[in-house]
């Protein structure tokens, strides 16, 4: 079957190309030196482990407070969703997803063979009930209930509470934006996964370092569907990426100020234009804003007017949204800021 087009890098990559020089879009930090972290390479370019260092490994499980054998290290959190989907799906099996979400979550099950079933946000209420009217989908047919919490691109995150109904059927959730893995789903939910990487609070993408946490025996046959595909990652960025794991607490020091920092600017702001409408977000460096017209347009014309970039709802399945990524320097939020409240309060003006 022919794979859709994957619109956020699609938007990213090649509609935005060379049309910005504000990036309010971007989701995570902005992308950080490794010169600091270059003294403590040691490693040899050569083949790496299959499931990653085994001192990777050590170091992601103690964040989850499990054994090194739970652990698979991937090329970032994308590549950990794909081992779960083409490991465990079978023709004939059911996932059960969030809408507005991620692509690769609602598009990818079907290349083997599988259904997805949404269950959509409700957003006017918080998704206050997203749990229970999640785990209700459940069918016998399911294989697997993937999540995203904190959510991407709503900033909603779900409670301990809301995690309770989901027991009997295997749980992934991308915990991307989680800063506390006690909060993780996997000491909620008995025999669950949880996916995370160092992209976006630690601000190192290109490390492509990223990690899924479940059973051995889930960990097992991803590592075996990765035999045939990438091998193992590069034992280069691992290094670099064991480094940025033992100064954990600085990124995390300086990740939490930038979004208490952004969050004042941003709020600050935005009461001055009620034609955006934002969903104050719970633990992500994105608010995700409610807009009076189609958000792809709006986005396009900051790119034509005002050379700013933003994520257009669309993306995700959101077309009356546009995400707002806040965890910037002041100066350049501000700057970004300024250059949207002309676009959005020329559109004020023109009302009658």
Request: proline fraction near 6%.
């Amino acid at each position: 079957m022919t794979v859709p087009a994957y619109r956020s890098q699609e938007w990213l990559f090649d509609v935005a190309a060379g049309r910005y020089d504000v990036d309010l879009a971007v989701s995570g930090m902005e992308s950080h030196s490794v010169e600091p972290l270059l003294a403590e390479m040691t490693t040899k370019a050569g083949y790496d482990i299959d499931r990653g260092a085994h001192k990777v490994r050590e170091a992601v499980a103690e964040l989850y407070r499990t054994n090194p054998e739970n652990v698979l290290i991937t090329h970032g959190a994308q590549e950990a969703l794909y081992l779960l989907y083409a490991a465990l799906l079978e023709p004939g099996d059911e996932v059960v997803a969030r809408t507005p979400g991620w692509q690769q979550t609602l598009d990818l099950p079907k290349r083997f063979g599988a259904t997805t079933k949404t269950v959509e946000y409700d957003l006017g209420d918080l998704d206050v009930h997203g749990g229970v009217r999640t785990a209700a989908a459940v069918s016998e047919k399911t294989r697997m209930v993937v999540l995203n919490s904190p959510h991407n691109p709503t900033g909603l995150t779900f409670t301990d509470d809301q995690l309770a109904p989901f027991r009997d059927t295997l749980v992934v959730n991308d915990e991307e934006y989680l800063t506390d893995f006690d909060r993780s789903v996997v000491h909620h939910v008995p025999g669950s996964v949880s996916v995370s990487s160092l992209s976006k609070v630690y601000g190192f993408p290109g490390l492509r370092l990223g990690w899924l946490v479940g059973p051995s025996e889930i960990v097992e046959k991803c590592v075996n569907y990765r035999r045939y595909t990438t091998i193992s990652n590069s034992p280069l960025l691992e290094d670099l990426g064991l480094a940025v794991l033992r100064r954990r607490e600085t990124y995390l020091a300086e990740y939490r100020q930038r979004l208490a920092d952004g969050w004042r600017v941003f709020a600050d702001w935005a009461g001055g234009f009620p034609q955006l409408r934002p969903i104050e977000p719970q633990g992500t460096p994105y608010v995700c804003c409610q807009v009076d017209r189609p958000s792809w347009d709006l986005c396009n014309e900051l790119l034509d007017r005002e050379r700013l970039l933003l994520m257009p709802g669309d993306v995700f399945g959101a077309p009356g949204y546009v995400r707002i990524s806040y965890a910037r320097p002041v100066d350049l939020l501000t700057e970004g800021l300024d250059r949207l409240g002309r676009v959005v309060g020329l559109e004020l003006a023109e009302l009658p």
